[in-house]
């Protein structure tokens, strides 16, 4: 896979090892913080070090992960994030029938972050640092063909604008940033 290329993540295997909870929670982490060990994560998820230990097993099996091998003495990993660039999910028509529910629930997973960790803690935020947050909320009009360009450039500018934790000067803070894309004529939409 070229770096400037999608990664999709059509393998079942890979949606599963995403689709856990704990697992984006460890991946959240080391995205955040940096570099962790099995006991430390094992410490902030409240789980046992066998757990932590099982579950990044399963991300560096799927190359979300890798260890640290440097850093890492005797029976004590170190663990950092994996340079994977640019993820997408597959069409459900990409995986077969039966793998179909775990990107249901990957999706249902995903959701449920987006709504603990933006929409629910963005009035504080916004209460502590005006500044650090923005929020733009709209209706426009496209066609499917600018859909898909509109999305594209949005990536795009996540890649200029976005560093990795090793490239950001010290003023760089994390942020937490989507898209969200969604037609607003479904019949279920309120009129707002």
Known sequence: MKDDEPWVLDDPGKLKALAHPMRRAMLRHLGLHGPATSTTLGSLLDAKTGTTSYHLRQLEKYGFIEEIPERSTGRERWWRRAETGDIRLPLPAQLAPGDRPVLAEFHRIGLEEDKQILLEQ???????????????????????????????????????????????????????????????????????
């Open 122 to 192: 963005l009035p504080a935020a916004y209460q502590a640092d005006p500044a650090w947050v923005k929020v733009s909320r709209a209706l426009g009009r496209m066609r499917l063909d600018e859909l898909e360009d509109f999305f594209e450039e949005y990536i795009l500018l996540l890649k200029k604008y976005g560093r990795r934790a090793a490239d950001a000067p010290p003023e760089a803070r994390p942020l937490h940033i989507r898209l969200l894309a969604v037609p607003a004529d479904l019949p279920a939409t309120p009129d707002v």
